[in-house]
């Protein structure tokens, strides 16, 4: 068990891409009855297009309904490019229809270069996606709501049903400016690609803008996606793919070499302040339920409270 001052240790199982992609379907059924019968608290689906795998919203949806306790995550889902009035509707009745159990994440750009064409925004990024936060929250926790923003304009809209308990509203980013906007906006930070030095800087950026706000967020409220190369993977190619996202540092310092390893990388994390942890497989898994048997074995234990 890693014990952490900031509150419960958990860790999801998150998503890369199919082994196949004629049967993805049949792939992620396997998962959510596999995940069903497992002891793992949650899944989280990212929004990568390119990569096979199942969209964000349609997948937590599709996951909430097959399972009955599983939380399902979106991390993180690109916000500016979207409708936040429609997708805010969207998350209201999701909520709704699985209580307690949906937990969006939010970005402000698509990871891959090539998936960035599929999210056109009429204005400048970060203003974007402070004005999608603002109405998005506003319309989910309103009765109604008028909105005569730079890029959206409501009268007096209601989202009806919407869920009897808020949302959480989480937020990816790594940049100094994105995390500053996690503590103006946000209810909790899912980093990726970011060392265990980096994520234990960068919760002290958001708790000091949070202060300079004059708000908080939740202590147990930090995370980060690791990537983990189990057993049988092909190291060098987990390494090359996370040195092409950050060639300017140590590619072991974002990717775990087997359970041993990913477990280090989650208590050194643990170590600068982050308590939850989405855990990604650096290549398509043959065989869900070993997977996930393999995973509750090696990682369960570290889980607190």
Not at 30 to 45: F, G, I, P, R, T
Not at 227 to 243: E, F, H, Q
Not at 269 to 297: C, M, N, Q
């Amino acid at each position: 068990m890693v014990v952490s001052p900031h509150g419960k240790v958990r860790i999801g199982v998150g998503l890369l891409g199919a082994r196949s992609l004629p049967d993805l379907g049949t792939e992620f059924d396997e998962l959510l009855d596999a995940l069903d019968k497992s002891a793992v608290d949650s899944l989280w689906l990212a929004d990568l297009p390119s990569t096979g795998v199942i969209e964000a919203t349609v997948g937590s949806t599709w996951a909430a309904a097959r399972t009955r306790r599983l939380k399902v995550g979106t991390g993180l889902t690109v916000l500016p490019g979207r409708n936040p009035m429609l997708l805010a509707a969207e998350l209201a009745s999701l909520a709704v229809l699985a209580p307690k159990r949906i937990l969006p994440v939010f970005g402000i750009r698509a990871a891959s270069p090539h998936d960035r064409q599929l999210y056109p925004v009429p204005g400048r990024l970060a203003a974007v996606f402070e004005e999608s936060i603002t109405v998005l929250r506003r319309l989910l926790t309103e009765d109604s709501v008028t909105h005569h923003g730079e890029f959206f304009t409501l009268d007096d809209a209601t989202i009806v049903p919407r869920p009897a308990q808020p949302l959480d509203l989480w937020f990816g980013g790594r940049a100094d400016a994105g995390l500053r906007r996690v503590g103006r906006l946000a209810d909790g930070w899912l980093a990726s690609f970011l060392t265990p030095a980096e994520t234990a800087r960068g919760r002290g950026i958001i708790e000091q803008a949070a202060r300079d706000a004059g708000r908080t967020i939740d202590d147990d409220h930090y995370g980060t996606n690791v990537w983990v190369a189990v057993p049988g993977t092909d190291i060098d190619a987990a390494l090359a793919r996370a040195a092409l996202q950050r060639p300017d540092i140590d590619p072991r310092e974002l990717v775990g070499i087997g359970w041993d390893g990913i477990a280090e990388l989650i208590r050194r994390h643990v170590e600068g302040g982050l308590t939850k942890f989405v855990v990604r497989p650096s290549a398509p898994i043959a065989d869900w339920a070993g997977y996930l048997d393999e995973f509750t074995a090696e990682l369960g234990p570290l889980e607190s409270g």
